[in-house]
């Protein structure tokens, strides 16, 4: 009786671990498939992002291959466009100052009063008070303000305050500031500025290639100058020199180009006061581009360098012996 029991008690305990188990394995089937169905809609969705992402990328990294390509065509057109504004500024001051002068009627001592051709008979509304009061101060503003000075009359103050005694005066170097005084001088002074202007350009015309190195700022600067004349082309990247400095390969007409603008500039900023730091700047490249360029030859096969970096000399070691 008890061996029955026993083996009843068993056969139930095997029978429900055979269910546990069997439960167990369904659960863990449904368990893998939700895990793996979870994993496959996560790594499907990865993929689309991926996709996404590197088509953006993708054209992304067009668009801006098209921008740079287009860079230096707009740059041109800027270029051309300035020139055609400074042409059309430069025909206007040519008609403007080709106007005939309006005649004097002023009248003379003697001459009878006009008569009017009808008489009739209206009294002259009177003026507002403040409207007269305003054209009254307008006028006495505009006789207050002094005229200011021509181009020639500054370069000429410029040049007695920088003018160097002929005993002490080094080698000539092509100095806007010598040009400024032929502009204010008589013709000599005035043909031997312009002859010597012309040698330095003649001289950048036969360079075929010249590097300059300078700051950052100074090249900015060179740029913004330059970039009305026609014969000025913008170059490529320039090359970093470290410290701030540039390399930049200019062709000769782009030379000449910058020689022009530097020579226009310190002409326009000669005044006292008016722009003392583009006078500066445009004189400094000016003269190292004219004193560089007579002094290159035509055996020479190394392209020219002008280099606007001057420093000190380091000391000398003395504690060898």
Known sequence: MARNDLMTALLDTRRALEENVAALGERVETARREVTETVTSQISDLHADNRETRNRVNSAATSVAEINRSLPGIRQEITELAHTVNSLRTVMESVLAGLPAPPDRTPTPGDPDPVPL?????????????????????????????????????AAQREAAT????????????????????????????????????????????????????????????????ADVPHFRLPATPAEEGHDRLRITLSGRSVIGVLIAMRDTSLNSAAYGKDDGAWTLSCAVYDRLAHDLTTTSRTGGVPLTVVFDDGTTPPADTTTG
């Open 118 to 154: 009808f008489d009739t008979g209206a009294v002259p509304a009177p003026e507002d008070t403040e409207a007269v009061a305003a054209r009254d101060a307008a006028g006495d503003a505009r006789a207050a303000t002094p005229a200011e000075p021509s181009r020639t009359e500054a």
């Open 163 to 226: 003018e160097v005694p002929p005993d002490t005066e080094e080698s000539p170097v092509d100095d806007p500031s010598a040009h400024r005084a032929g502009a204010a001088g008589d013709d000599t002074a005035r043909g031997f500025s312009l002859a010597r202007h012309d040698r330095v350009l003649a001289s950048a015309a036969t360079v075929g290639t010249v590097h300059l190195v300078c700051h950052r700022d100074l090249w900015d600067f060179v740029q913004e100058h330059a």
